[in-house]
């Protein structure tokens, strides 16, 4: 995977058909979609339960782009084969989901993926200064983690910041929550390039009317470069 810093528009499946997976995926990914943002919750890190490594594995076969798992779990680390095994591109751990983040990323890597961290909304920028060598991909959570459909939380101030820290280092800046046309534009011209999106891109279409996430994604990508 070649690294650049153009748009990516990665649909949460957490939206999705939950009957219908492998369609939806496949759908999404012919109407433009650039990654397949997969949300694993635990409900113990979060006040929720979504996925474990056996669905993620049968999402694999049919994901053509790239797989991004983003862990809202605690403990992560003795998970972290079970979601390499399970056909993962990127996976991201939380730094607040255990002492050793440090650890956990070598881990990451260590097991074949692309290693991200997640920042929930109270903490800062900082907390990850010490990390960036070790990371692929910094996810900001604009909304507390644990559902979809939540209002967005603006983040910018700190997007600038991680872009700043980052500099020229192959890193990705992802956001997740709330993102929509209106504050995608918000998160990318403060440096963001991975843009992650459920209810926007899912809403109103399915496997039987998907050029509807066509013109979603479409429709968020082009607010989001208007601000580049």
């Known amino acids: 995977m070649s690294f650049d810093r153009s748009i990516k528009i990665a649909p949460s499946i957490l939206s999705a058909d939950f009957a219908n997976f492998g369609q939806e995926i496949q759908a999404i990914e012919a109407q433009g979609a650039d990654w397949v943002h997969v949300d694993v919750m635990d409900g113990h890190f979060v ?31 003795a998970y972290i084969d079970a979601y390499a095994d399970a056909g993962a591109d990127y996976l991201t751990a939380h730094i607040e989901a255990g002492p050793h983040i440090h650890r956990t990323l070598q881990a990451i890597r260590g097991a074949g993926m692309k290693a991200g961290v997640a920042l929930n909304p109270g903490t800062p920028a900082d907390a990850i200064e010490h990390l960036l060598d070790l990371t692929d991909l910094v996810c900001v959570m604009t909304v507390n983690p644990g559902f979809g459909g939540q209002k967005f939380i603006d983040m910018t101030t700190k997007i600038r910041k991680l872009r700043e820290m980052i500099g020229d280092r192959p890193v990705h800046i992802e956001i997740d929550g709330g993102v929509d046309p209106t504050t995608a534009p918000l998160v990318s011209a403060a440096g963001a390039d991975v843009l992650v999106a459920g209810s926007a891109v899912f809403r109103g279409g399915s496997v039987d009317a998907p050029d509807v996430y066509g013109k979603n994604i479409s429709t968020i990508r082009t607010a989001a470069e208007s601000a580049l």
């Open 47 to 77: 006040p929720n339960l979504t996925f474990g490594p056996p669905a993620v594995k049968a999402f694999r076969p049919h994901v053509k782009t790239v797989m991004d798992v983003h862990l809202m779990i605690s403990p992560v680390d």
